[in-house]
Structures are given as structure tokens and as C-alpha cells.
């Protein structure tokens, strides 16, 4: 049996294992439970109780996670059967929504429905009238300049957007879009609008679904808060340094910063990098399962993908080589929304809160001081909330990360009450490099886990903890996080 620091064994015969809420399920993956790692428990011992995280956000239909509920589907069915059934759903009176996101998770949205199945994931099906039928069509934003140039030159080299009366059509869209909402014309968020004109709607069901498409899936794009788009470049290289530290450090080295090549991902839901085909395919699966915070994910999963090119890259020519990374035809799109579930299933949840808090993605004004948190990180946190659904044995709770946790207080202390899959680190550690490495050679064992490091929750009492995440980081260990205000919060739930 493996075993960690102070020859701890993972999953110790004395912990009492904790079944599922459901003891004839399995977990998805079709793995059995895992042991944990945990450490001998004396009687005097407090070993909190798992708790449900009340501020828990759910997971998006298309993730699959270990121990939870697969999504409904139906049996499978040829393109023409699909057709068939979603022309029959969207014929009726009142659609019901659920049944066609549910069929259209059997294969791809047929073409010749994509505008009705996209109407109603917007909910503007019923919007028959022109909303552009009262304006005078005047030309005069304050940048008027800029979106004419960004509508020429918008897919310059697809025949769709060759013809002036489609790039009239777009300049006249969104300047009235910004003028109705009084909001600032942005760079590159033409490349938002325009896959729209390409899924057989008019003028006025263009102008409708671009609405509804910020309204729903990226709320806070207009919002002119400078904090707002920079909490979802730092997110988006967390959620990098989360799942490759080698990559991302390699990127931060040449001081290449996301706001330098991620941008039009992120705010034109990948959009402007690929080829329209395949920005329709993409955008099926974000708005059936109405979750565009998928697309931070997939944005990592495109970096992670060319991981080699980018290592090739010199320093002069990396920040060119981030901005072109493609992929050029549905089997690499397959792959990488496939990384990306797999990405978004493994990241501690509360990363999804501070996305749906803080960033473009968000519906909510972020508080300063939530943007002073996340400049300050230097890894993901983890909620102690979070961290208490991890059992030590047995299933995980449904949507669960399984979690080593690392605690780095006293003996004491430790001894008093820890988290249940905690494994104490002597915090002097930082102290005697040659054992701080001999610790992290045993943890070399578990690399894959996802290790959590947790202090007291004082921090001028755990100013060793950043330094032995670090350690761990620059050894090239992945899944690294911290315990957001470290044990003291257990008791504050």
C-alpha cells in the first residue's frame, strides 16, 4: 500500500468507510471507489462530517462526473428520425424545452432547424416583430469607425460576408444593439454576431437572438468594467496552471498574459479562431446545455491540445503562435470539447462560482474586493464547503472532486480535528529543503490526485503554505489548490 508522509497509508484500514446516497450505484466512469487518503483516528479526534455545499452550482448537462446521475437520453435515431422528431417538438403550441434539448444531445442540430432550435434555447421564438422598424437607421456611435472597420474585414474570405449588404446588415445590427442598450461598441464583437447570419434568420430574429445571446450566456460583455474582463483572464489561466503548471509557466515566463491572445476567445464564445462549420457545432452544444461558462474550458483545452507547438514557440514568436491556435475539422472539435468536459468535471467547483460572480459570464455586478481576491491568487482555492463532500471512502458525493488535503498545522492541531481526507505536513517543511523534497518524492506516488493545501486560516500564521503550494507547483505536480480561509472556516459553516 502506498503511503504518504509519517508513513500514513492511502485508505487506512481503520477509517470507517461512508456509503453512497444510493448504495447500488456506481459511479459514472464505471470505476470502483476509490480509497482515500486518510490518516489513524484516535478517539478524541474530531473528524468533521461531510456537509452539502449550499452555494453548490451545477454542472453542465453535457459533463459527466464520477458518481453522478447520467443525463436523460434517448435511443439512438438516424439524422432523418432527429429531424423528424424536432420538427414534430417544434411544431407545437407550447415547446417544450427540455424534450428538445434532450434531443438534441443524440447528434448534431440538423441545419435546416438550427434557427428554430436556437430561438427557442434564447426563448425568442414568439418575437415576430421587426425591433428595428422604429429606428431612423442613423450611423453616429462615438467608435462608429472602429465597427465599420471590424465588419469589412470580418471572415473577409467567406463568400457570406463578401457581399456589402451583409456587412451593412451587420454595421446597422449593432449599432442599433449599442444604441438601444446604451452601451460602447467593443473590438471584435462583430465576430459574435456574425455566425448568426448564417443559420437562416432575418434582420429583426438576428438582432433578437444576439440579445438574448448576451442577456443568457455572457451577461456582463458591455458592462465597461475593466475588473469584470480582467477576473476572466486570471480565471482562465488558473484553470490552466490548475490542469498543466508545466505549460502555463512556460507561457508566463515570456510574459505572454491571457488579455494577449485570449480575448476573442473568451468573449466571442471561440467565435472568431474557427471555421464557421465548426463555431455552429460548438455553439449547439453551449446553448442546449445553456452553459457557456463551457467555453473558458474549451478556450483551455484549444492551449493544452497544441501544448508541443507552443513549447516549440521561442520567445519572440509564442504570443503569434497562441493567437492562431486552431482546429480545423470536427474530429479535433470532438476531441477538444471532450477535454474540455473532462477539464470542467475535474476543477473544484468553486471555480464555476467565481466565474458565474466575477467575470463576463456573470449576471451579477462583482465586488471590488472580489477582484482584489483574485488578483491576489497564485493558485485555485478551494471552499472548505467544497472540500467536506469528499468522503473518505466509498462514492463521492454527485459532481464531486475528490480531494487529498494537506494540512500544514501542528501536530496539535491536527490532532484535535481535521477535514476527512486530510494527511498532515510538518509546516517546518519550508525550513529543510532536503526532506521537503524527500516529501514531495512519496507524493510523486499519488501525482493525478488533487491535493488541497490548508493552514489555520490566519494568515499571518500560514505564510508557509503559499510557499510549500509553490514548491509543489514547480515540482510539476497538477490539481494543486489551497483551502480558502484554511480550517477555521469548518467551523463557520
Known sequence: IPKGPQGMEIGAEDEVPVESEDPQQEPASGLKP??????PSPTTQETLPVTEDPEETKRPATAVVEGEEPTPTL???DAQQLEER??????????????????CRVQNVPDALRADVWKVMFGVEKQTANPLASWDG?????????????????????????????????????????????????????????PLFHVNLSGGAVFNCFYALVQKHIPRLFCGDPHTLENTYLLFRLVLLYHDPELCRHIDQYGVHPSHYAG????????????????????????????????????????????????????????????????ED????????????LLDANTPRTLRLMLRSASIYSSETPKVTLHEHIASLFCLTVSVAELQRTRPKGY??????????LDCRSEQEFQCGRLPTAVRLEPDLVNNPEELLKTMSEFEK?????????????????????????????KGFKHVSMAEEGYLACHRL
Open 86 to 103: 424536432l420538427r414534430k417538438e417544434l411544431s407545437r403550441g407550447m415547446v417544450d424545452v427540455e424534450k428538445i434539448r434532450v434531443l
Open 138 to 194: 442613423t450611423l453616429d456611435l462615438p467608435n462608429q469607425d472602429e465597427l465599420s472597420q471590424d465588419c469589412e474585414g470580418t471572415r473577409a474570405t467567406e463568400d457570406e460576408f463578401r457581399i456589402e449588404e451583409r456587412r451593412a446588415s451587420l454595421e446597422q445590427l449593432l449599432t442599433f444593439y449599442c444604441k438601444r442598450r446604451s452601451v460602447s461598441y467593443i473590438r471584435g464583437v462583430v465576430e459574435l454576431m456574425a
Open 75 to 77: 435511443q439512438p435515431m
Open 34 to 39: 476509490e480509497k482515500a487518503v486518510g490518516a
Open 396 to 405: 463521492l458525493l454527485h459532481g464531486a472532486v475528490r480531494y487529498v488535503v
Open 330 to 341: 470536427e474530429k479535433d472539435l470532438w476531441g477538444l470539447t471532450t477535454i474540455a468536459k
Open 446 to 474: 499519488m501525482k493525478g490526485q488533487h491535493f488541497c493545501f490548508s493552514g489555520r486560516g490566519v494568515p499571518t500564521e500560514d505564510t508557509h503554505v503559499p510557499i510549500l503550494v509553490l514548491q509543489f507547483l514547480q
Open 264 to 327: 476573442p476567445w473568451l468573449m466571442t464564445l471561440l467565435a472568431k479562431p474557427l471555421p464557421i462549420r465548426l463555431v455552429l457545432l460548438l455553439w449547439d452544444m453551449y446553448f442546449v446545455s445553456g452553459d457557456a461558462i463551457l467555453n473558458v474550458f474549451v478556450s483551455v483545452a484549444l492551449v493544452i491540445h497544441h501544448r508541443e507547438t507552443i513549447f516549440r514557440a521561442g520567445k519572440a514568436n509564442l504570443r503569434n503562435v497562441l493567437t492562431s491556435l486552431r482546429v
